[in-house]
């Protein structure tokens, strides 16, 4: 499976930004899909999943009444909308297959896309 995400760039403190990330090379309609993001000199950071079937999804803390993880499977895709963006959101994102279901742990996520710039300034 190969992942593509999109959707990046530079916004200001406050904006929205919708990432996506597309799947060649096999569904992804039996994976948890995840969200990771790193930023410079920090770990890769856990930011949503989202199930097979889009139920329950969950989220970081910091991030639960701003961002929403959803997907289309159908399309192969999955996206994550992200509403009033505050600085020390600024990192790489990265969308991530995962078997097991919900995981928050990067180690259990088996495929990665290269990720996506977001930056917020202030």
């Known amino acids: 499976v190969q992942l593509v995400e999109s959707g990046g760039g530079l916004v200001q403190a406050g904006g929205s930004l919708r990432l996506s990330c597309a799947a060649s090379g096999g569904t992804l309609s039996s994976y948890t899909m995840g969200w990771f993001r790193q930023a410079p000199g920090k770990e890769r950071e856990f930011v949503a999943a989202?199930?097979?079937?889009?139920?329950?999804?969950r989220y970081l803390d910091s991030v639960k009444d701003r961002f929403a993880i959803s997907r289309d499977n159908a399309k192969n895709m999955v996206y994550l909308q992200m509403n009033s963006l505050k600085p020390e959101d600024t990192a790489v994102y990265y969308c991530a297959t995962c078997s097991l279901r919900m995981s928050v742990y990067y180690y259990e996520y088996a495929y990665w896309g290269r990720g996506t710039q977001v930056t917020v300034s202030s």
């Open positions: 989202i199930s097979w079937s889009g139920d329950s999804p």
